[in-house]
Structures are given as structure tokens and as C-alpha cells.
């Protein structure tokens, strides 16, 4: 007479196959990515063949409006491009973080670099997409998509730096709260832009 299977058992069995297999997939998502918990206040240039995103949002209290700005840079402090984007249906300035992260994947994807660093002063996202854990519900979806769409590129660096060290991307940020029907890509910059970028460059060049 053939084995028999208590349904307890089985049960247990399938549990312990499903997190063995999201274990897997996890350690999966996560190749090619590195996480750097960047503690300089000051804007700090990506490795040699990187480029640096640098992410920011606003969203506005009693509102379903938010927005953002991503800084692409060099590794020689160069801005090649700046978007600002604007969010709408968004409820709260955490979902308005994640989404710009969303955003600048998206520009990074269809700018076709390959080596690239993500940075933002938003701990929880940033903490979220590097651990795969303590994810607040109200992102988690944004930030497994974002995990996903990660793989697209060959070197992923994910870097959180202090608030003072993403005043470019903050400064743009600020700017997206203006009228904006679709995202506007520039290669030539807002004076107050250029200017706190060249002090970047001062900075990370003493």
C-alpha cells in the first residue's frame, strides 16, 4: 500500500517550497545590484563609466498632486540632462519618492546607459529596493516593478546620500510644481540649476 500524505504535512511542504522559491528570486533580482549608503552631505560623482541619477519629488499636502526631478551626471560632475515630471492621483509624499524612482529608470532605459547609479535621500525607497524588506505598503508595488525593471541594466548602483547632497535634484523638483503636461526633458539648464551644480562641482573638486 502506497504512502499516505496528511494534509498538514502537505501544506507544510508547499509553504516551505514557496519561500525556498521567492528566496531564490529575490537573490535573482538582486544581481548586478550593489547598495551604497553614501553619508557625505555633498553631492559626490559616480564611478568612472557610471552615470548618477539623482531623484527627488514634491508632493503637495491636501492634494493628489505631486512631482519630480531627476539629475543625469557624469562621473566628471557633467549634467547631460535634467527632467522635471509631474504625478498626478499620487497620495502622499512617499508614493510621490517612489514614483520619481520610477521615472528616472524609465529615462535611464530610454537614454540607453547601461552602468548607472541611482541616488535619492528618500530612506524608505531607497532602503526598500536595496533590502527587499520593511517595504510600506503604500509602495510596494511601485517597488516591485522597479525591482523588475532593474534587471534591464548590466550594473545597477543604489546609493541614499543626506538631503544637502541632492539639492540639484531637490531644486528641480520644486520647479515640476509649475503647469506641466508631460515630461520635459532639458540639456539646457534653469540658471539656479547650473548654479548649484557648479557648486557640486566646487565642492566634490576641494
Request: net charge neutral.
Amino acid at each position: 500500500m502506497g504512502e499516505v500524505w496528511k494534509p498538514d504535512v502537505v501544506v507544510s511542504m508547499v509553504v516551505c517550497r514557496f519561500w525556498e522559491f521567492k528566496e531564490v528570486q529575490l537573490n535573482y533580482t538582486k544581481m548586478g545590484q550593489e547598495f551604497v549608503c553614501a553619508s557625505s552631505p555633498t553631492w559626490l560623482p559616480p564611478l568612472s563609466g557610471f552615470v548618477k541619477y539623482n531623484i527627488d519629488a514634491n508632493f503637495q499636502l491636501h492634494s493628489t498632486l505631486g512631482g519630480g526631478g531627476v539629475v543625469f551626471r557624469d562621473s566628471n560632475g557633467t549634467i547631460l540632462y535634467t527632467v522635471m515630471f509631474k504625478q498626478f492621483l499620487c497620495s502622499s509624499a512617499l508614493v510621490a519618492e517612489a514614483i520619481s524612482f520610477h521615472h528616472a529608470i524609465y529615462w535611464a532605459r530610454s537614454l540607453g546607459y547601461q552602468h548607472v547609479c541611482f541616488e535619492s535621500d528618500a530612506k524608505l525607497v531607497v532602503n526598500a529596493l536595496a533590502e527587499g524588506s520593511s517595504c510600506p505598503t503604500k509602495i510596494t508595488s511601485v517597488v516591485f516593478t522597479i525591482n523588475r525593471e532593474l534587471q534591464a541594466f548590466s550594473r545597477t548602483l543604489l546609493s541614499r546620500v543626506q538631503r544637502s547632497g541632492n539639492r540639484v535634484a531637490h531644486a528641480l523638483a520644486q520647479l515640476s510644481r509649475e503647469p506641466l503636461d508631460f515630461d520635459r526633458v532639458f540639456e539646457t539648464f534653469p540658471p539656479l540649476i547650473a548654479a548649484l551644480a557648479l557648486g557640486d562641482a566646487v565642492g566634490f573638486h576641494v
